[in-house]
């Protein structure tokens, strides 16, 4: 369970999707323990010791930060909302330090209009991703901006590999990328990038590649690409 700062001095009401989770899923009974997180901080033990009519009264014992998220952020042509969540959930789960969800030529604007992301939603994909990780760290994200803005702010030295179906020229398995240095990964949104974004990717430092010659979900080829990054690094 993932509780923001502000939350651990006050009961949590028994209204709350959590308390009812501890209740109704976990079981919980007065004394009981279980595990709960503090947003972008430690993990811990969380204690049962009073149900009252309208809240749970809860301890803590907080113990060591958890280790910083992986050095990968993603740049995702913004996608259907649909897909947008999944690959939230499934993004923050994975442990990638930012996922940037940018308005490419061949993708609908219209979707950075959703509900998603005008309101608290898209958070919550992200809180649900870490907690099932037993993790802590939410992962940066922004949506709106354009390819050109986005990468303007990846670090200089980054490893920088954009996933194509018709014009990577090497699997991104085969794609080396330096232990200690961060990756950014471009993936276009449902129809692919443009010409003139192929382009760009490239002039911006680019390795077009690809994943195979199946044609993959967006969500499953986020998936894909950050576990192919990931087990490079040993971290898989």
Same mark, same amino acid.
């Given at each position: 369970?993932?509780?923001? $700062?502000?939350?651990? +001095?006050?009961?949590?009401?028994?209204?709350?999707?959590? +308390?009812?989770?501890?209740?109704?899923?976990?079981?919980? *009974?007065?004394?009981?323990?279980?595990? =709960? !997180?503090?947003?972008?901080? #430690?993990?811990?033990?969380?204690?049962?010791? +009073?149900?009252?009519?309208?809240?749970?009264?809860?301890?803590?014992?907080?113990?060591?930060?958890?280790?910083? @998220?992986? $050095?990968?952020?993603?740049?995702?042509?913004?996608?259907?909302?649909?897909?947008?969540?999944?690959?939230? &959930?499934?993004?923050?789960?994975?442990?990638?330090?930012?996922?940037?969800?940018?308005? %490419?030529?061949? !993708?609908?604007?219209?979707? +950075?209009?959703? /509900?998603?992301?005008?309101?608290?939603?898209? &958070?919550?994909?992200? &809180?649900?991703?870490?907690? *099932? @990780?037993?993790? %802590?760290?939410? $992962?940066?994200? %922004?949506?709106? *901006?354009?390819?050109?803005?986005?990468?303007?702010?990846? #670090?200089?030295?980054?490893?920088?590999? @954009?996933?194509?179906?018709?014009?990577?020229?090497?699997?991104?398995?085969?794609?080396?990328?330096?232990?200690? /240095?961060? =990756?950014?990964?471009?993936?276009? @949104?449902?129809?692919?990038?443009?010409?003139?974004?192929?382009?760009?990717?490239?002039?911006?430092?680019?390795?077009?590649?690809?994943?195979?010659?199946? =044609?993959?979900?967006?969500?499953?080829?986020? /998936?894909?690409?950050?576990?192919?990054?990931?087990? *490079?690094?040993?971290?898989?």
């Amino acid at each position: 369970m993932l509780l923001h $700062p502000e939350e651990i +001095a006050r009961p949590l009401p028994k209204e709350d999707p959590r +308390a009812v989770h501890i209740l109704k899923v976990l079981r919980r *009974q007065i004394g009981d323990t279980f595990d =709960v !997180g503090r947003i972008n901080g #430690p993990r811990g033990k969380a204690t049962l010791v +009073a149900i009252n009519t309208e809240n749970l009264e809860l301890t803590y014992t907080w113990s060591a930060k958890p280790p910083p @998220a992986d $050095p990968l952020t993603l740049i995702i042509g913004l996608p259907r909302p649909q897909t947008a969540r999944k690959i939230l &959930q499934e993004a923050a789960t994975l442990g990638v330090a930012a996922l940037h969800f940018v308005i %490419t030529e061949r !993708g609908e604007s219209s979707y +950075a209009q959703s /509900t998603l992301w005008k309101s608290e939603e898209w &958070q919550r994909h992200l &809180q649900a991703g870490v907690a *099932q @990780a037993f993790c %802590t760290r939410i $992962p940066e994200v %922004t949506h709106g *901006q354009t390819l050109q803005t986005t990468i303007a702010t990846l #670090p200089a030295d980054s490893a920088r590999i @954009a996933l194509d179906n018709y014009e990577g020229t090497a699997a991104l398995s085969k794609c080396h990328q330096a232990g200690d /240095t961060s =990756v950014a990964i471009a993936l276009g @949104a449902e129809r692919g990038w443009s010409p003139k974004e192929r382009d760009l990717l490239r002039q911006s430092g680019f390795t077009i590649a690809h994943l195979g010659e199946r =044609v993959l979900r967006l969500e499953t080829a986020v /998936t894909a690409a950050v576990a192919i990054i990931k087990a *490079q690094r040993g971290l898989m």
